[in-house]
């Protein structure tokens, strides 16, 4: 990984960390998010250690400041929750923006992180794939258990479903890197997975 000014990559990291610190959720005893942030750094280390700058700066970024936007804000409704997945890309990637202007960033960089995380270009962006391959194999690692313990009433249909979607959005280096013991899976879960992918 080159950064092009450590310093001022510096600043914007701990710009970031300060921001999330402020998350009155806890998880395992710190603010969530703060945690989040850094188990997508300590994810891009290991899976992907050559990573841009404008990477590694989007996934520290992803969920800046997240429950300062509830779902409740948006109708509960399938249409509510797309919309609000979709005013969180925005709303993270321009909050990124102004603690990287703080920082010391120019426009150009200000702008290829805010595509990363306003999730603009999957598949074709290879920053916003990178990030998009983090946030998944963040999920898998940390969350997918915790996730169905919240479902517990979804049907298997539906886990399969949940997880060929998530498979869908990942590249061949992720899937690779998840199945080739890069990540440590959810073991109850890992019948189902390997069901899901067709392995």
Do not use: C
Request: no cysteine; proline share 4%.
């Amino acid at each position: 990984m080159t950064i092009q000014d450590q310093q001022r990559f510096d600043r914007a990291i701990a710009l970031f960390d300060a921001a999330n610190a402020a998350d009155p959720n806890l998880d395992e005893g710190q603010p969530k998010e703060l945690l989040y942030a850094q188990r997508m750094t300590g994810m891009i280390g290991r899976y992907a250690p050559d990573a841009s700058e404008v990477a590694q700066l989007a996934v520290r970024a992803q969920h800046i400041k997240r429950w300062t936007v509830p779902r409740s804000s948006y109708p509960m409704t399938k249409e509510g929750y797309f919309a609000w997945r979709t005013g969180l890309y925005k709303f993270h990637a321009e909050t990124a923006g102004q603690l990287m202007r703080q920082a010391g960033y120019d426009d150009a960089m200000i702008d290829k992180v805010k595509a990363a995380v306003g999730k603009r270009g999957l598949k074709v962006n290879a920053d916003t794939q990178m990030m998009e391959d983090v946030t998944d194999l963040v999920f898998i690692e940390y969350y997918m258990l915790g996730f169905a313990g919240q479902h517990a009433d979804y049907s298997e249909e539906k886990w399969l479903d949940i997880i060929r979607k998530t498979w869908k959005k990942m590249s061949d280096r992720a899937h690779g890197f998840a199945t080739g013991g890069g990540i440590k899976l959810p073991e109850p879960l890992v019948p189902l997975i390997l069901k899901a992918i067709g392995a």
